[in-house]
């Protein structure tokens, strides 16, 4: 399995503010995923996070919103650009290593909160 | 498209018991994997296994069986002898060959009570 961390672990933030968390993974990975986890809900693919080039956003989520950065193929970051209630949720870092079968393996993820 | 399918939005039982989570799952690809994590409630997911579709032998695990049948599109998962440590969310989750998205079912809530 990959060891995967994340910071924060945990975040309260005002309304009209960002946060940018970090994800880093113990070897390198080819694909590096974010998802968002809604209270109570399943986990939704935000974008796939690709090493040299911009992200890949799934439908409903867009890079002004949801920056990403991966400079190398251990570490990536994303970025809830001015948030509001609704983006209090999970986010969770997520990473496959195709040389094992496609295993995928998720971060302890982010916990924030929106007031 | 692909989907998946997690009926049971909650079961609750009395530890010792034996329980089944149902999972069913729509795709086109030939070539496909399968996964269940477990999320406890401090909330970190837990890959529990993968399977792929040209595997469809069952698996057991300690405790924990799966049950992988391409006929119906079923990847089910038993717990036997249920334990209050089991208690959590568990998702089935869906990836195509071809195809880099890892879908996700509703999640089923497992209630083990002493």
């Known amino acids: 399995s990959a060891v995967i961390s994340q910071k924060p672990s945990r975040d309260i933030c005002q309304r009209g503010t960002s946060l940018t968390i970090q994800c880093q993974v113990d070897?390198?990975?080819?694909?590096m995923f974010w998802y968002r986890q809604q209270p109570g809900q399943s986990l939704t693919l935000i974008a796939t996070?690709?090493?040299?080039?911009?992200?890949?956003?799934e439908s409903g989520f867009v890079i002004d919103k949801f920056p990403i950065s991966r400079p190398n193929l251990t570490f990536s970051t994303l970025t809830v650009s001015n948030m509001s209630p609704e983006d209090s949720s999970i986010y969770l870092c997520?990473?496959?290593?195709?040389?094992?079968?496609?295993?995928?393996?998720f971060g302890p993820g982010t916990r924030l909160t929106v007031l | 498209a692909q989907k998946v399918t997690q009926a049971q939005t909650e079961i609750s039982v009395v530890e010792k018991e034996d329980v089944t989570l149902d999972c069913v799952y729509e795709?086109?690809?030939?070539?496909?994997?399968l996964f269940w994590y477990k999320q406890p409630p401090s909330g970190e997911l837990v890959f529990l296994i993968r399977?792929?579709?040209?595997?469809?032998q069952n698996e057991i695990s300690g405790r924990y069986s799966w049950n992988f049948q391409k006929s119906t599109s079923s990847f089910n998962f038993t717990i036997t002898a249920s334990q209050v440590v089991d208690s959590a969310v568990y998702f089935c989750?869906?990836?195509?060959?071809?195809?880099?998205?890892?879908?996700f079912g509703a999640g089923t809530r497992l209630a083990v009570h002493p």
């Open positions: 997520s990473v496959r290593r195709e040389e094992s079968y496609n295993e995928q393996f």
């Open positions: 070897s390198q990975v080819t694909m």
């Open positions: 996070a690709n090493q040299g080039s911009e992200a890949t956003y």
């Open positions: 795709t086109r690809d030939t070539t496909y994997y």
């Open positions: 399977r792929n579709s040209f595997d469809e």
């Open positions: 989750a869906l990836v195509g060959g071809g195809y880099n998205k890892l879908i």
